[in-house]
């Protein structure tokens, strides 16, 4: 019984150190259709990225943002507070993140100890999911990125992911949620970032960075309007 109990213990231990982790080199890339994606992991990997708790993100909630350039834009869907808030929330990060400009790689929950591909579901964004996905810049310009889900903050409404911290730029996402006097619901999409080039943060970033935004909510309107169609 004692030896039962030691050996119990032992295998607790080594998979608190490491055994049943998920690797990088874990991901199917035959379910990863972007090829951007697959490099991106690559480049991970051969800067010493070895398991998904190897990847941070480059900002956490509490980040003093100082330094950091801001951009933001507004967003309005036609419903109540709450049901935006939810649908938001509760939407399928393979479905809101695949749309025109934005296709979905793949996810890794760090919560769950899972990986979920396109064709998988997950039930609710939640802090500790490292999304990754593919980026239509330009007709033949296709780049990955990827971040980490760091806030999903129901009482007062907002929403934070964070570039990871080996990405070009790094900086935070935040969306926050209000109800405007007529009773629908007003998206303010706030970006606060920085990387290594003065070109990049003050006229690439803002430019591409707009036409992602616009991508990701008009899908997601589009989706909701559906959703209440149905």
Known sequence: MIKYFLFVVLMSLLTLNGWGQFYLTDVQMDKVSEVSVGEYLHRQIDNNKQTFSDVKPSLNSTSSIEGFRLHEGEYVLKDSLDNVWNYYVHTNPGDAWNAGKLNFGFLFSKEANELVYADDKVEKIEPGQLVYLNLHLLKLKNIATAFEIIKVDDRNKVIEF???????????????????????????????????????????????HTRMTNTYHRNMKRMYKDNQLN
């Open 162 to 208: 964070s570039y990871i911290d080996d990405n070009i730029t790094s900086g935070k996402q935040q969306l926050t949620f209000t109800q405007t006097p007529k009773g629908y619901t007003k998206i303010v999409h706030r970006s606060y970032f920085k990387s290594e080039s003065v070109l990049r943060d003050h006229f690439l970033y803002p430019y591409f």
